[in-house]
């Protein structure tokens, strides 16, 4: 497994802008398809948003599509989640995931996780 861990979140007035990171240990970062979650209080864990292996190829719910942007960097094992247009309802703890799978949007289906950072958007 793959040894992950988030930074960069913190608070942000609504329509602002947040970048977080997700650094990953070991030397098979590129063979892990990586998901970004997130997870607010009293709510399910909520995917917004996945990269392929290569990270040619991204994907987001509607929820956060035109506002998040994943990417990745493969030589220095970190993946990204740009957040622009925050919303109130962005506030959550996010979480970076490693998967298997060549894709996903199921949290089972990705098995290591960081250890979360929080995201608060103040209305």
């Known amino acids: 497994q793959v040894q992950l861990v988030e930074s960069g979140g913190g608070l942000v007035q609504a329509g602002g802008s947040l970048r977080l990171s997700c650094a990953a240990s070991g030397r098979t970062f590129s063979s892990y398809a990586m998901g970004w979650f997130r997870q607010a209080p009293g709510k399910e864990r909520e995917f917004v948003g996945g990269?392929?292996?290569?990270?040619?190829?991204?994907y987001y719910p509607d929820s956060v599509k035109g506002r998040f942007t994943i990417s990745r960097n493969n030589a220095n094992h970190t993946v990204y989640l740009q957040m622009n247009s925050l919303k109130s309802e962005d506030t959550a703890v996010y979480y970076c995931a490693a998967t298997r799978y060549s894709s996903s949007n199921r949290y089972t289906d990705y098995n290591s996780w960081g250890q979360g950072t929080q995201v608060t958007v103040s209305s």
């Open positions: 990269i392929s292996r290569s990270g040619t190829t991204t």
